[in-house]
């Protein structure tokens, strides 16, 4: 069946880079995504990538896409305090931008100052 | 979060207890998800909703039913609390063309005793 697999922990010093990776199952997923829960609160969009693409740059944000070995990583450039969360990646099943998604358990990201 | 609203925030139940979860989005979006989140786990699908009117079992059902009256509005009720349903529940829609992914609630941090 469909599933996505990370990582649980990462820790690194302010101002290094982050760099979360996934790998995810369904060759058929047109949208991947990661996103960002802070204590207490729900899950945010951080950002999302089409799979016709290998790479997006959003500011401090690089996704890279390797589709052939089904590989998604998230980087963090100048990994500030305020990163410190846990961040999900999800694959959308079923094709297109409207499939269910599933999510992987989630990378925990300690920023240590 | 903006567009999923939860309530209550914060719960406690004493076992055998029942309770109702409300969630309501501000969209008309049809496909509405509720889940929930514990250490290690991840998040697990307890139900969705792709329509008014219907819904499916995701991977955790058990002890929980939801109801979807209209398509604001997506219910999850526990009928007999145990203390295995502590957690904290997300509710979720997916979005439409470039509301794209799904906007989470903040949240219900259930406790049963």
């Known amino acids: 069946g469909e599933d996505v697999e990370q990582s649980l922990f990462l820790s690194v010093r302010e101002g290094d880079s982050s760099v979360i990776n996934c790998t995810y199952t369904d060759s058929s997923s047109t949208y991947l995504y990661w996103y960002k829960q802070e204590p207490g609160a729900g899950l945010q969009l951080l950002t999302y990538?089409?799979?016709?693409?290998d790479m997006k740059q959003d500011q401090r944000l690089t996704v890279l896409l390797n589709k052939k070995d089904k590989h998604l990583s998230l980087r963090i450039a100048d990994t500030q305090t305020g990163d410190s969360a846990i961040y999900f990646c999800a694959e959308s099943i079923g094709g297109g931008s409207q499939g269910n998604l599933i999510f992987g358990k989630g990378t925990k990201l300690s920023v240590k100052p | 979060n903006a567009g999923v609203t939860q309530t209550p925030k914060f719960q406690v139940l004493k076992t055998g207890q029942s309770m109702t979860l409300q969630c309501a989005q501000d969209m008309n979006h049809n496909s509405m998800y509720w889940y929930r989140q514990d250490p290690g786990m991840g998040l697990r699908l307890i139900y969705y909703?792709?329509?008014?009117?219907?819904?499916d079992k995701g991977e955790v059902p058990n002890g929980y039913n939801v109801s979807r009256l209209n398509k604001r509005e997506f219910s999850l009720r526990l009928e007999s609390a145990a203390p295995s349903q502590t957690s904290v529940y997300f509710c979720a829609r997916r979005g439409i063309g470039r509301d794209i992914g799904y906007t989470f609630g903040s949240g219900t941090r259930l406790t049963v005793v």
């Open positions: 909703s792709a329509s008014e009117g219907t819904t």
């Open positions: 990538i089409f799979s016709n693409m």
